[in-house]
């Protein structure tokens, strides 16, 4: 089959440059973060003797004092120098242990008593503790932070009141998707059924306002709501010239700002799936129903509204997943108790250039995520919904 | 009643939708520093400000150069990607599109702070280029379902007549598929242009002072206090998304019109 052959010739030269950027510059730096969130640092590529002693067994004996020696001596001064400062930062006083037993390791038989003889602190298991911990190649104490989960004396896992931050934080991003989603769906529906309905000046209408702010980036949008909910801003000033208020109300900077930010910038992307279920539901049959003696609203609550359901829920899941990711309306429009798990991840590298826990943090929210389409694509074939419909959410 | 309840529920919601910005951006040209209505007459000079004091216009030309580089890039990739993926059987076709698709569902952050490590590590680190990169994946995604969306409408029988004619591989995809391609191409362009120059979170990730983008600038002066610049610049990103959005129909009237 000479033709099927050039054919796919054809593919791969015309994929491989596509496929090798999405290698190097998407699927690579995505791996990347898989190996940040177990390393455990500059210290575990030190020591790589020491490392292989502690794979066997986890007790300081002669063997590992030897190893320890034998990394030591491998090392330039400056590098000792900057070893001891890493684990200084673990216990308090290591820095001048590391140095001055490094500076004399060629003098010092490798056994663990000569070791203790040099320095009586090579005698306490809490110095080997904090060795082992921070020379192993890899680390789960980022996971364990981040769930507040730790091995326990009997094997399984144990948990501290208020070690659950991270797992409180998780909870509350969802917590405020869900109280987006919502408002979104709320608001969204007549707004969604006036467009799909309407008269058709109505539908024009609908259909541009909400393509123009499906379009209009995000920040601007967000900017809005920053004008208008401050505290000396356009919506106190109005409720105040209502009389209706005496003075001002913290509208911004809390949960309101933030869950009515989220819920505007949101807003499209329930609206268009909805539109678009919406469309395929024959006029006829309200009709009919309303002519076999349905009123208003009982027409609308069995005939209608039942069959819109299938937008509801392509337009509420896109909105839930999307709300999930959320950071720079949040980060805005918030206070410090509504910000979001993606508020956190980009503050530990921002800030405290920890990619250790951005990255565990970021492999929750990626595991949310996917964990959501997968279900959501598992819902749709179990109801039978057609792809065709649902997926274009995305592209207004 | 029912029609009551119809009709507030759809006002209300029309408000919230519409209101916002109608309200707010006006204030780019209130003669007054604070952003408040009534509005004390009308003014220019808050666009003065806007391009006389650093970093906004600089800001803006970052914009620019990144959303250029960017859209150039993303057509090549979402390009080739399309087009390679048209040729591939069934599974390869499902497993090649959901590949080139996915960046659009990773939250922003994620894709973030992996760029920023990673990108950090190659030694591309904070300058236009890691920015380009960087927006290149969010933008193909976007060219690759345009461009998609267009050769799948094409009939095959055009390519058939002219394979039939004696015309080549090459020459049919150059005279037949590409140009009635086209509008595909353009539409894929706008939106890689659109993203590259709206995109916050990565950008807040990878750019530095010196190649900091309007959305990166905007973001800062948010967090740092509210003036009337702010506004400005909200309506000038408003305006850009206007023009996208009359672009974008236009394409779509001459590709209905075909």
């Not at chain 2, 400000?49 to 250029?68: G, H, I």
Request: contains cysteine.
């Amino acid at each position: 089959m000479p033709k099927l052959k050039n054919s796919q010739i054809a593919a791969l030269t015309l994929l491989a440059l596509p496929v090798l950027v999405y290698l190097a510059l998407y699927l690579a730096p995505l791996a990347s973060i898989g190996r940040l969130s177990v390393d455990n640092g500059a210290l575990s590529q030190r020591f790589p003797a020491l490392s292989a002693r502690f794979g066997e067994t986890e007790a300081p004996d002669d063997a590992a004092a030897a190893a320890l020696l034998t990394d030591l001596k491998a090392m330039a001064r400056t590098e000792r120098a900057e070893a001891g400062r890493l684990f200084n930062q673990e216990l308090g006083g290591m820095r001048s242990l590391i140095i001055d037993t490094g500076g004399a390791a060629t003098q010092i038989e490798p056994t663990l008593s000569a070791l203790t003889a040099f320095d009586p602190r090579w005698g306490e298991p809490a110095i080997w503790e904090v060795v082992r911990r921070n020379v192993e190649p890899i680390t789960w104490r980022h996971f364990q932070r981040a769930t507040g989960l730790k091995p326990s004396a009997e094997g399984g896992f144990e948990m501290s009141p208020g070690d659950d931050v991270y797992l409180r934080i998780l909870l509350r991003t969802f917590v405020i998707g869900l109280q987006v989603t919502a408002l979104t769906l709320l608001i969204g529906y007549p707004l969604a059924y006036a467009a799909a309905t309407g008269s058709r000046r109505v539908q024009a209408v609908v259909l541009m306002a909400v393509l123009l702010s499906f379009w209009t980036s995000l920040l601007v949008r967000t900017t809005a709501w920053v004008v208008l909910l401050q505290t000396n801003g356009l919506l106190n000033g109005l409720l105040m010239w209502l009389n209706l208020i005496p003075e001002p109300l913290q509208l911004i900077f809390n949960r309101f700002g933030a869950v009515v930010a989220m819920t505007h910038v949101l807003l499209p992307f329930a609206i268009l799936p909805m539109i678009n279920v919406m469309r395929t539901i024959p006029a006829a049959q309200t009709q009919a129903s309303r002519s076999l003696g349905a009123g208003p609203v009982e027409s609308f609550l069995r005939v209608y509204f039942p069959q819109s359901l299938r937008g509801v829920a392509v337009g509420g899941g896109t909105v839930f997943i999307l709300a999930l990711g959320f950071y720079v309306t949040p980060a805005l429009t918030g206070g410090p108790g509504d910000q979001m798990l993606s508020y956190y991840i980009a503050d530990f590298v921002r800030r405290g250039l920890n990619w250790g826990m951005a990255a565990v943090l970021s492999i929750f929210l990626l595991v949310c995520v996917v964990a959501l389409l997968v279900s959501g694509a598992l819902l749709r074939r179990a109801f039978g919904w057609s792809r065709s419909s649902a997926a274009s959410g995305g592209t207004g | 009643m029912s029609k009551v309840v119809y009709w507030v529920s759809l006002s209300f919601a029309f408000f919230f939708l519409a209101a916002p910005l109608l309200i707010v951006l006006p204030l780019a040209f209130n003669d007054s520093s604070f952003l408040t209505y009534p509005m004390e007459g009308f003014t220019f000079r808050w666009f003065g400000v806007f391009f006389d004091t650093p970093p906004w216009l600089s800001s803006l030309a970052n914009s620019f150069k990144v959303a250029l580089g960017t859209t150039l890039a993303a057509l090549l990739i979402g390009g080739l990607a399309a087009m390679g993926v048209m040729l591939l059987g069934r599974w390869g076709r499902i497993v090649m599109s959901a590949l080139f698709v996915s960046p659009l569902v990773i939250p922003s952050v994620v894709l973030g702070v992996a760029m920023a490590y990673a990108f950090g590590r190659a030694g591309w680190g904070g300058g236009y280029l890691s920015l380009v990169f960087a927006h290149t994946i969010l933008a193909a995604p976007l060219v690759f379902l345009a461009v998609t969306t267009s050769l799948m409408g094409l009939d095959p029988e055009l390519d058939r007549a002219a394979a039939s004619m004696g015309a080549s591989r090459w020459r049919r995809f150059h005279t037949v598929t590409l140009p009635l391609a086209m509008p595909g191409f353009a539409t894929g362009a706008l939106f890689a242009f659109i993203t590259s120059f709206d995109e916050v979170v990565v950008a807040l990730f990878l750019s530095t002072p010196q190649t900091q983008t309007l959305p990166i600038t905007l973001f800062s002066s948010l967090r740092d206090r509210l003036e009337p610049t702010i506004v400005v610049v909200a309506l000038l990103l408003s305006i850009v998304s206007c023009l996208f959005i009359l672009a974008l129909n236009r394409l779509q009237r001459r590709g209905a019109g075909r």
